[in-house]
């Protein structure tokens, strides 16, 4: 291994006895005598129906008829049926099940805007304002098995959209707030969606944003959508169409505060989360009742610890699958859930540490994107503000690399707080591996897998590897595994189940260190192979955001005629160079100490920024085809298409 991703580094946290004793890992453990995390993970993965049935149980998963089979594989691994046989609604987990107890008047959700305004709900109110919104989806006609979009801001009714969709049994449909018309429309049509909530629009750095008429662009293209819910939010005025738009306050108004929660099969869909991929139309995973919400809520509760009377608050839009991860997860555990409407870092570069003290959050979800544009600033924003509430760091989207990550763990968390490193997707429900607060952890690591994931990496010809770097793969069935992608099912079989026999393949680029600690590396079709030699993108992009200039890189692979492939790195600086061939040449100099000289970028190119998702995911397969005049394929999840743009003409 390179230096750049030392994986034999030291261990700089260690759980202390708090951590370990009020861990829900702690607690699940004592409840079935398993002595340690080892024994734990050969039990989980060796006998699935044992570790999901224990799971439910754990999670206080109810069902309004009892299941005859924890799991069916008759019809192979690839297709697996949970719960065979029980009647459920998810919603009952998250709401119905409390009310007339103590969780009834505690907090279920918080939410800040841009402007400061605050709002929160008890789990009672959220309750009742879902009860409202179901009744109102069931007067316009709307029932079990009916798409419904979520096109809305990061606003508390986009939590009662979701629940109210799911409650009266119908299937989720979660877009993300920055698409544009056509990429709505894709997805609504691909579901045969019959409606969509949406709002007039929202704010971002204090400028108003319509999405109600882009949500009209949509709609004239989708024949089967019929109706349109408008949330009045930032006080823009838009068209309505009468006899499809409906004003939010004005139809829940009309509602009863009762309403009956569909009675459905564990396996009835819930939701359909779409995915890009580099070509075609969308991925569209299928999820159900019994799937989702349990693996969200199982990775919440042994990864991030929360607990009743604890807030998460995870940065996310609801169209990326950490959004629902989020409602279903902390609603499950009981716990308060924040959403923030706004920009991280507006109106200064304090305000993500200003909601942790004025909400008391107790774990903080951020990308490593986000660290790094925060890094720049200093230390004084944060050292403003009182963070005694935060127990845990958690992050996810894309890989570290080891100086933010000893930025955020030493100077924001005193080297105190971990940071639960998290690793999966949208198809997983979750995690394939996580930090968890029972074990020690290096710099970009993850604990291990999560519980019940039977994740191995393997090398090009299928056999385990330790201490190199591989492919991540998954060996047995996990409870929420998408049942597929909608209407695509080979195309769901071609992605994950083709390259070995009954071996999910996730794409992402792994290795175990000597004292068992795993890392992701990159997508393993951004793996670059230089003469030879396969390396991560993050190998690369470690070295260069080491330097005090740096901000973000971007390693990706190019065709060469002698090496078979060259590196070219794209570097976003702190501020404009003025001698930018000496800084160049500085940066070359470091990737060759690092790595060696045949590692050496061909060509290092100075960018404004880098294309990205909401969720700070960097888009190196958009960069490469940029940079090679190519397609970039689906660009509507980006929230700066701009920067493909200025890629294109960097070369």
């Not at 000893?406 to 490193?421: A, D, H, S, T, Y």
């Not at 930018?580 to 590692?599: H, I, N, S, T, W």
Request: net charge negative; with cysteine; aromatic share 10%.
């Amino acid at each position: 291994m390179s230096e750049a991703f030392d994986f034999g580094g030291e261990i700089v946290w260690h759980p202390t006895p708090d951590y370990i004793e009020k861990a829900h890992l702690t607690r699940f453990m004592r409840q079935h005598d398993i002595p340690d995390f080892n024994a734990l993970m050969e039990r989980s993965t060796v006998d699935v129906a044992w570790f999901t049935e224990a799971v439910l149980q754990y999670l206080d998963i109810q069902f309004y008829e009892p299941y005859q089979q924890v799991v069916d594989l008759s019809a192979g691994i690839a297709w697996p049926r949970w719960c065979v046989g029980g009647k459920m609604n998810i919603v009952h987990n998250c709401l119905d099940k409390y009310i007339g107890g103590p969780l009834e008047d505690c907090q279920a959700l918080i939410w800040e805007g841009e402007d400061g305004e605050t709002r929160s709900l008890t789990y009672g109110e959220l309750y009742r304002q879902v009860n409202r919104a179901a009744n109102a989806l069931r007067s316009l006609g709307l029932g079990k098995g009916d798409a419904i979009g979520l096109y809305m801001p990061m606003t508390p009714e986009i939590v009662v959209a979701l629940l109210a969709i799911a409650k009266i049994g119908g299937i989720i449909l979660p877009l993300f707030s920055g698409y544009g018309a056509g990429a709505v429309a894709s997805r609504l049509e691909d579901a045969g969606a019959k409606a969509l909530f949406t709002a007039d629009g929202f704010f971002r750095r204090g400028k108003p944003v319509v999405m109600k008429n882009t949500a009209d662009e949509a709609a004239a293209m989708v024949p089967t959508l019929e109706k349109l819910i408008v949330l009045e939010h930032a006080g823009i005025e838009v068209p309505m169409q009468p006899g499809r738009d409906y004003r939010w306050d004005i139809l829940l108004a009309l509602q009863s505060e009762q309403a009956d929660t569909e009675i459905t099969s564990a396996e009835d869909p819930l939701m359909i989360i779409y995915t890009s991929g580099t070509t075609g139309r969308p991925k569209g995973a299928l999820h159900t009742h019994c799937g989702f919400p349990v693996k969200a809520a199982q990775d919440m509760a042994f990864g991030t610890d929360l607990h009743s009377g604890q807030v998460i608050y995870w940065m996310t839009d609801m169209g990326w699958m950490m959004g629902p991860w989020l409602v279903f997860g902390a609603l499950i555990l009981g716990g308060t859930l924040f959403i923030y409407d706004g920009a991280p870092d507006y109106p200064g570069p304090d305000r993500l540490w200003a909601l942790v003290e004025r909400h008391k959050i107790h774990i903080l979800g951020v990308s490593p994107t986000l660290i790094r544009a925060l890094i720049p600033h200093g230390e004084e924003p944060f050292r403003r503000h009182d963070l005694s509430s935060l127990r845990f760091f958690a992050s996810t989207g894309e890989p570290w690399n080891p100086a933010p990550w000893m930025w955020l763990f030493e100077k924001v968390g005193g080297r105190r707080i971990p940071i639960i490193n998290y690793s999966g997707g949208t198809e997983i429900s979750g995690g394939i591996l996580m930090g968890n607060p029972i074990l020690p952890l290096k710099p970009c690591s993850f604990s291990g897998p999560c519980p019940g994931m039977a994740a191995d990496v393997f090398n090009e010809d299928g056999k385990p590897v330790r201490q190199e770097v591989g492919e991540l793969v998954l060996k047995a069935p996990w409870i929420g595994m998408t049942r597929g992608f909608w209407k695509d099912p080979q195309r769901y079989i071609d992605t994950y189940w083709s390259r070995w026999p009954d071996i999910w393949v996730h794409g992402d680029f792994a290795a175990i260190d000597s004292d068992g600690l795993w890392y992701i590396l990159g997508r393993s079709d951004d793996t670059i192979k230089v003469g030879g030699k396969r390396l991560g993108p993050a190998e690369i992009e470690s070295v260069l955001v080491s330097h005090p200039q740096v901000v973000e890189t971007a390693a990706i692979g190019v065709p060469d005629p002698i090496k078979g492939s060259a590196v070219v790195a794209f570097v976003v600086l702190a501020e404009n160079c003025t001698e930018c061939e000496e800084l160049r040449q500085e940066l070359q100099d470091m990737v060759v100490r690092a790595l060696g000289k045949p590692l050496a970028p061909r060509e290092i190119l100075f960018v404004s920024d880098l294309p990205k998702t909401r969720n700070a995911k960097l888009m190196r397969r958009m960069i490469r085809a940029a940079y090679l005049g190519q397609d970039p394929g689906d660009t509507s999840s980006l929230v700066n298409p701009e920067a493909v743009e200025e890629i294109r003409s960097a070369r």
